[in-house]
């Protein structure tokens, strides 16, 4: 039998929130059910946790906040636990291979989103979405690159991102963590900033053996989390890759797959 489930680990995008980027009542309701059966509940995203900070009240979160796919650890003050920042060879070679593929680059640091064009793909509606704006710059500087904690590769070319994900996963192995967050995003992070660290991180600090750990997740970057669990659910949008590498599958995210998903999975463990 599957070991009672103490933690529940959820992504943001395309699982906890609709395509709106809104949490629904239901979720709402399911993650409180959570709570009250004595089962705790964190998140994780490439988002940076600036991006998060909206979830913390709504779902009376009380765990650490993994933010840029594990690369950054924040309390829920958002007062930051721990960082891993990419090392200085990956940046550089990182730049130079985005525009190889026609990939815009932005750049985040523990506390600033750098982009190098206000109208480039996606930043209107990533301000949006994270609540908070992009800092436009000329260039980026070095300082600004010695304190990079994620580079994200962005085109709406499709093809060219999953491209360069293979690309960049050849060409920095070990040294990094490439995986695309959105067919739209390509994440670039410290080889340890992956969600899979994440549930080792959270197992750790919470005290949680990690086989009492579900996760919940939509895209190729929650495949490593998948496997670092004791049980995981894709969400009913995730690719076909996403829904066989993970234990079980449940609705989409229009349509409450995760709340179905605490409920039919996990209060019924």
Same mark, same amino acid.
């Given at each position: ?79 930051? @636990?721990?960082?891993?920042? @990419? ?45 908070? =704006? ?53 994440? @670039? ?66 349509? =409450? ?13």
């Amino acid at each position: 039998m599957m070991p009672r489930i103490a933690l529940l680990l959820a992504d943001v995008d395309g699982t906890l929130v609709t395509q709106q980027k809104m949490l629904t009542e239901e979720t709402k309701a399911a993650v409180a059910a959570l709570r009250d059966a004595g089962i705790r509940f964190a998140v994780t995203s490439g988002r940076p946790p600036r991006g998060m900070a909206m979830l913390i009240d709504p779902l009376a979160i009380d765990t650490p906040l993994a933010g840029f796919n594990g690369g950054v650890f924040v309390n829920p003050d958002l007062s930051v @636990i721990a960082e891993l920042r @990419i090392p200085p060879d990956v940046v550089t070679a990182t730049l130079a291979a985005l525009p190889d593929y026609g990939l815009d680059a932005w750049l985040y640091t523990g506390t600033e989103w750098l982009v190098t064009r206000a109208d480039g793909p996606h930043v209107e509606h990533e301000s949006w979405t994270v609540k908070f =704006d992009a800092v436009v710059v000329e260039h980026f500087t070095d300082a600004q690159l010695k304190d990079a904690a994620k580079i994200v590769g962005v085109s709406d070319d499709l093809d060219a991102v999953a491209k360069c994900e293979a690309a960049l996963q050849q060409q920095l192995g070990s040294r990094a963590s490439a995986t695309r967050s959105q067919p739209y995003y390509l994440d @670039i992070t410290h080889a340890d900033a992956n969600k899979g660290g994440v549930v080792k991180e959270l197992s750790h600090r919470l005290g949680i053996p990690t086989e009492r750990i579900a996760t919940i997740g939509d895209m190729p970057n929650d495949v490593l989390m998948f496997r670092a669990s004791g049980f995981s659910i894709a969400m009913g949008n995730a690719s076909a890759e996403v829904r066989q590498a993970a234990s079980t599958v449940t609705d989409t995210n229009e349509h =409450d797959g995760l709340a179905k998903a605490i409920r039919r999975h996990i209060l019924t463990a």
